[in-house]
């Protein structure tokens, strides 16, 4: 007898959401006030947006002609936020 190939059934190439270049699916809590304010059509853009000032500011992100650490690790205390915020208010 001759094997016949299935019509249905099974994964089809190209199907399904495509990945975003350089992405990574994570989950983060979120003040309740804070995330009704951020914009509904794109909260990832939004919120990359929002990291990457923030860290620039903070010195964290390098531009990508200049080196960066190979292995650079931070750690953030309960101390670390508490000295953070307590600096935003003055």
């Excluded at 010195?59 to 309960?78: A, S, V, W, Y």
Aim: no cysteine; net charge positive.
């Amino acid at each position: 007898m001759e094997e016949t190939k299935k019509k249905r059934g099974g994964k089809r190439e190209g199907a399904g959401r495509k990945k975003g270049a350089d992405t990574k699916l994570i989950s983060v809590k979120i003040e309740t006030e804070l995330l009704g304010l951020i914009p509904n059509t794109n909260r990832s853009k939004y919120i990359n947006y929002a990291l990457r000032v923030a860290l620039e500011k903070d010195g964290l992100l390098f531009e990508e002609k200049q080196e960066q650490p190979k292995k650079n690790i931070f750690i953030l205390t309960n101390e670390d936020v508490r000295k953070y915020y307590e600096s935003k208010d003055n």
